[in-house]
Nanobody
Framework: QVQLVDSGGGLVQAGGSLRLSCAAS????????MGWFRQAPGKEREFVAA????????YYADSVEGRFTISRDNAKNTVDLQMNSLKPEDTAVYHC?????????????????WGQGTQVTVSS
């Protein structure tokens, strides 16, 4: 049984930073791409960032490019999202997700397993 546990959310002022972490268990972590998605109230879940199985290839939504960094540690079965220069529009519940293969994708439909989510609130 695959389990993803998100953590690290909180309340931060605009311009501040947060680091989210996701711990995975249940299948060979290094075989699968990982992604971060977010969902604000009244909006659909949207892609934020993804990383391929090895960590060499990353991809970001335009809205976070240059501010967020995704990384993974295959020895620890974790994936992190470093978020800098946060804006009020970054406020959402953030979920990590595990893909069907090791290749990066941006569609929610391609991800099989999801974390429970962690709330990020950015005040202006």
């Amino acid at each position: 049984q695959v389990q993803l546990v998100d953590s690290g959310g909180g309340l931060v002022q605009a311009g501040g930073s947060l680091r989210l972490s996701c711990a995975a268990s249940g299948r060979t972590f290094s075989n699968y791409a990982m992604g971060w998605f977010r969902q604000a109230p009244g909006k659909e879940r949207e892609f934020v960032a993804a990383i391929n199985w090895s960590g060499v290839i990353t991809y970001y939504a335009d809205s976070v490019e240059g501010r967020f960094t995704i990384s993974r540690d295959n020895a620890k079965n974790t994936v992190d999202l470093q978020m800098n220069s946060l804006k009020p529009e970054d406020t959402a519940v953030y979920h990590c997700a595990q893909g069907r293969t090791g290749v990066v994708r941006t569609s929610t439909a391609w991800y099989d397993y999801w974390g429970q989510g962690t709330q990020v609130t950015v005040s202006s």
